[in-house]
């Protein structure tokens, strides 16, 4: 079975800073982009960023450069972010995400597009930033 697993959100002051875990089970990251998507309460789930396995290049929505870092351990399966100076809203529900169109999450991820056709999905994992 396959199955995308969040993990690390929790509460957290602004300034401060969290490390969120995607772990994959019944596939490897190979040929995938990994992407985390958020959604704020009330607003439309938007893209964060992404890593693509095939060349490891990262890409970032404005609103988090500078601030979240993106990595893999394909070792582990598994994909990081980590937040940085995080601010009151960032607070949402991040998902991860894999997708065999590397371009389409990167369309996803760094423009105002939105499209969920990805070919796995996780559950979400709740990050809550206090002012």
């Known amino acids: 079975e396959v199955q995308l697993v969040e993990s690390g959100g929790g509460l957290v002051q602004a300034g401060g800073s969290l490390r969120l875990s995607c772990a994959a089970s019944?596939?490897?990251?190979?040929?995938?982009?990994i992407g985390w998507f958020r959604q704020a309460p009330g607003k439309a789930r938007e893209g964060v960023s992404c890593?693509?396995?095939?060349?490891?290049?990262?890409y970032y929505a404005d609103s988090v450069k500078g601030r979240f870092t993106i990595s893999s351990d394909n070792a582990k399966n598994t994909v990081y972010l980590h937040m940085n100076s995080l601010e009151p809203e960032d607070t949402a529900i991040y998902y991860c995400?894999?997708?065999?169109?590397?371009?389409?999450?990167?369309?996803?991820?760094?423009?105002?597009?939105?499209?969920?056709?990805?070919?796995?999905w996780g559950k979400g994992t709740l990050v809550t930033v206090s002012s």
């Open positions: 890593i693509s396995s095939s060349d490891g290049r990262t």
């Open positions: 995400a894999a997708d065999r169109d590397t371009q389409h999450m990167i369309e996803i991820v760094t423009t105002t597009l939105w499209n969920p056709d990805m070919d796995y």
């Open positions: 019944g596939f490897t990251f190979d040929g995938y982009a």
